[in-house]
């Protein structure tokens, strides 16, 4: 029976994010969304993650005009957001008032589909985000954030696919962003979710360690209705699998994706002229786009093991990078296994680097590891020891309920803190998220230096190298 595949393209979003560190401005999009929009993609992946901090940080743009004008742009096609649960889009949790604020906000300057995950796949951290992006009529697509460990057998998914569906998902993302899933896992795991869940089945799989397409090809084969790529310019290493290859490869098929491979190929040249820059700019390490296999020995993300060589520099112990890739796996034994996505890859590697450059486990702990294991983020997947908790936190408290619950609502006061600058209704989520960087940036704003029209802003001072 025939079934066409529906495509997310990422190139706007998670490409750029995992290759050049989120640092694609707007005026490099603007020549092709238009026929970006022209392709037939079930949707655009172009906001969330790290792209609202990129742009306040290092972009020198309003986040909420970059959505406005990808909207505009693209008309015909669904626009696609990641979400982080209670954290939204920053590191901390936010109160409800905050959360609700941000989704009512994020669909009505143009967000069709939200994807909203939670670090330690704690439910709790999802259900005031569903229940908000619902009653805003997105569409919610909760992300499974996929590791490995004792306790992630199929029957763990299996369990947790079946909660998401109960609390209201329109679909589910396997999110595999370490790239750990091979392609017998990936068959294995997509018939079992399938055979319990009734609403459709989203691939999100990095191609760090090489497997992403064949996964990719498994799980279409398995039961899989929507997959993740990326325009090939910017695919393969920590990205994607390449847009035009799976198209190709489901070309003439029962899994069609009716995509049209010679307007691809126009796109495709474009995009080779932005990667030729950032190459030349030193934006793009073309390090970042070989293959990994480290990737399924250490678990590690390709955007945390940036950070790990970044933080062990600092420390003069680049020749560490080996001692801390075999820490983390016991770190995150020690701390109930927690998947490493954000912010709980930075945690733990952190951690794993303190632990290595300290040469004592523990001796020095990050407020952030603290709160981990103080449950101030969540449940982790398996409860942590009392003995380890002990040894962290002492007689620190310790939390069981959801973490939001102890929240008092902050939007009123968050306006007040911002009154003097704001200038839409938006810049106090902007504030919420990233105080320091959003004062900043307004300040700019308000003395001229920054201009709504992004394309007048000088490449030349936009492009930060991580």
């Known amino acids: 029976m025939s079934k066409r595949i529906l495509i997310t393209e990422t190139v706007l979003r998670d490409a750029h994010q995992s290759l050049i560190a989120t640092r694609m401005p707007i005026e490099d999009m603007l020549p092709i969304l238009n026929k970006l929009d022209k392709i037939g993609f079930y949707s655009l992946e172009c906001w969330g993650g790290a792209t609202f901090d990129a742009c306040l940080r290092f972009l020198n743009e309003d986040p909420w005009q970059r959505l406005r004008v990808i909207r505009k742009e693209c008309p015909k096609t669904k626009l696609q957001m990641l979400f982080r649960g209670q954290n939204m889009l920053g590191y901390r949790h936010y109160a409800d008032d905050v959360l609700k604020y941000f989704v009512k906000k994020s669909v009505s300057n143009g967000i069709d589909i939200i994807r909203i995950f939670d670090a330690l796949n704690d439910i709790r951290n999802l259900e ?33 696919a079946k909660r998401v569906e109960n609390i209201g998902a329109d679909s589910i993302c396997i999110k595999d962003m370490a790239a750990l899933l091979t392609p017998y896992k990936t068959e294995s ?37 929507m997959i993740d790529t990326a325009m090939s ?9 390449p847009t035009e290859a799976m198209v190709a490869a489901l070309d003439n098929t029962d899994y069609d994706t009716g995509l049209n491979l010679k307007l691809l190929n126009e796109i495709r040249d474009y995009f080779m002229l932005l990667r030729n820059k950032y190459i030349d700019t030193g934006l793009l390490d073309t390090r970042l786009l070989t293959i990994d296999t480290n990737a399924l020995i250490y678990q590690v993300p390709g955007g945390m093991l940036s950070n790990l060589i970044s933080q062990l520099k600092q420390a003069g112990k680049e020749n560490k990078l080996k001692d801390v890739l075999e820490e983390i796996p016991r770190v995150r034994r020690d701390a109930g296994y927690p998947p490493l996505v954000t912010p709980t890859s930075q945690i733990i590697g952190t951690q794993s680097v303190f632990n290595v450059i300290m040469e004592e486990r523990y001796k020095v702990c990050t407020n952030e590891f603290k709160n981990l294991v103080a449950g101030k983020y969540g449940a982790t997947p398996i409860p942590i020891s009392e003995e380890f908790r002990n040894k962290i936190i002492g007689d620190d408290e310790t939390i069981e309920c959801r973490p939001a619950d102890l929240l008092e609502p902050e939007l009123e006061k968050l306006k007040s803190e911002i009154s003097d600058l704001i200038e839409q209704e938006e810049d106090v989520l902007s504030y919420a998220q990233f105080p320091k960087v959003a004062r900043e ?8 230096k920054y201009k709504i029209n992004s394309k007048s802003v000088d490449m030349e001072n936009k492009i930060h190298p991580v």
């Open 189 to 225: 795991l997509v018939k079992a979710i399938k055979n319990n869940v009734s609403i459709p089945i989203q691939l999100h799989i990095h191609y760090t360690s090489g497997l992403a397409s064949m996964c990719l090809l498994k799980g279409i084969e398995s039961g899989a209705d």
């Open 128 to 160: 005031v985000a569903v229940k908000a992006a619902k009653s805003e009529g997105a569409h919610v697509q909760i992300a499974i954030s996929y590791t490995t460990g004792t306790v992630f057998d199929n029957q763990y998914y299996v369990d947790y």
């Open 441 to 448: 940036f307004f300040e700019k704003r308000r003395n001229n």
């Open 233 to 241: 310019p910017l695919s393969l290493g920590t990205s994607h699998a």
